[in-house]
């Protein structure tokens, strides 16, 4: 049937024979290009130059610096005097000195212990936010990956509908001087082709907006033209108890609870702070005794009294604190799984939808279409039924890449409820 149909193109006129092949030929399906630019390339390029990664690297590094501190010794005090009280004593003049002493601050309290927690949860509270920020920004990636995907694919799209539309208007316009089509129908054909030129220049203007935002977030030179991966369905799942069972580990969480750890030594160091730490005090004192010039040593303990300052307007502080964290993690502990719950189920409908639109409307309407043109071709149809089956077509088409770049853009929002970075860094490696 097949070989008979294009032995009759053949021996159609040029115009007519072209337009006809166009028509009859396959809509190509979309490969991969050599050399395309993925998600997780693009991950990588983003997190490199990103000012929220150094920020996180930047609080880290403090983190550490802190921790280094807060297990020092407060700095001892070295202290002399010189005067003239021995030149007055013995009569000679002059000045000389008189005393010096040593003082070193005794932390006996188990303060420095304490603060070593403290900063010690602040750190790997620290770590785990910036695990958590490099997921953040990886989604950001992902929306404006995605979205250049379906742009692309769009103007890739409405590129074929305009080529079509420009060969029917011209075999429209042969039939009409032919006497085979109406100015009606002509003038329809001119509209459908202005519609598609108008669809085009959309798509053009959405592509070169998505492809200027995914450049400035990737650090991309202006003239850089990425090519991307093309849109695929989905999967396959990835099972939700697994998910579930791993949300303990989310880096949000986890920074949550370092968080409540800290404030939890928090009071253990506002209770060592109650009382101050002591004073050791080594001194020598040069003096006139019995008529002459002699000298003392000794030593002492300075103890700062807590009589009107106990500390206890900071501990009540640090106890209110410990509530307040707490009810942050707990807090968030519900609305992540929530949101994973939530982000799960909608990742599962969109993937179903999709499949049920390949089968049911995009396959059926690819059909239709290719039926349609062959019927146009026998004149068993008139040509408006070819126009119809082109726009049902295109418009099924069309809202079916879109079901597919929301497949992939809730499961960029799964990963972020989860916890889950799709790049390991080398940060995350020295963490764990």
């Known amino acids: 049937m097949l070989n008979l149909f294009l032995f009759w193109c053949r021996n159609s006129p040029a115009p007519l024979f072209g337009f006809l092949l166009l028509w009859i030929a396959p809509i190509p399906v979309l490969a991969q290009p050599a050399g395309s630019l993925t998600l997780e ?119 074929q509908r305009l080529q079509l539309a420009d060969d029917l208007q011209r075999v429209g316009r042969r039939r009409a001087q032919a006497g085979e089509l109406s100015d009606l129908e002509r003038l329809r054909l001119d509209l459908i082709r202005e519609a598609a030129q108008q669809e085009t220049d959309k798509a053009e203007g959405a592509y070169n907006e998505a492809l200027s935002r995914f450049r400035a977030y990737l650090g991309l030179a202006v003239e850089t033209m990425p090519q991307l991966a093309p849109l695929e369905p989905f999967g396959p799942m990835p099972p939700l108890d697994q998910l579930q069972a791993s949300l303990a580990e989310h880096p949000a969480l986890r920074a949550a609870r370092n968080r409540v750890e800290g404030a939890r030594s928090g009071v253990n160091l506002a209770r060592a702070e109650r009382l101050p730490d002591p004073s050791l005090r080594l001194f020598r004192e040069r003096d006139v005794l019995n008529g002459r010039r002699q000298e003392v040593t000794g030593i002492g303990i300075g103890i700062t009294v807590p009589l009107w300052d106990r500390n206890s307007g900071r501990i009540d502080e640090t106890r209110a604190q410990v509530i307040e964290v707490q009810s942050e993690l707990q807090a968030l502990d519900r609305d992540l799984a929530s949101r994973l719950q939530q982000s799960y189920l909608h990742l599962n409908h969109l993937v179903q939808q999709g499949e049920h639109y390949r089968t049911r409307l995009f396959q059926p309407a690819l059909r239709v279409f290719d039926l349609t043109r062959k019927a146009y071709s026998s004149g068993e149809v008139e040509i408006l039924s070819l126009i119809d089956a082109n726009n049902t077509y295109f418009d099924v088409h069309e809202r079916y890449l879109e079901l597919l770049q929301e497949a992939w853009l809730e499961a960029a929002e799964l990963r972020l409820a989860a916890g889950r970075a799709l790049v390991l860094t080398e940060q995350d490696t020295h963490d764990e």
């Open 41 to 159: 390339e693009s991950i990588r390029l983003a997190v490199e130059i990103a000012p929220e990664t150094q920020r996180a690297e930047a609080v880290v590094e403090a983190r550490q610096g802190a921790l280094q501190q807060a297990g020092a010794w407060p700095n001892p005090e070295i202290e002399l005097r010189a005067d003239d009280k021995l030149g007055k004593d013995d009569g000679s003049g002059g000045d000389d000195f008189t005393q010096f002493a040593f003082s070193q601050p005794l932390p006996l309290s188990g303060r420095l212990g304490h603060q070593k927690a403290v900063a010690r949860a602040e750190l790997d509270a620290a770590r785990a936010e910036r695990q958590y920020q490099q997921v953040s920004l990886e989604t950001e990636v992902a929306q404006r990956y995605h979205s250049l995907q379906l742009s692309a694919e769009r103007l890739r799209l409405a590129e």
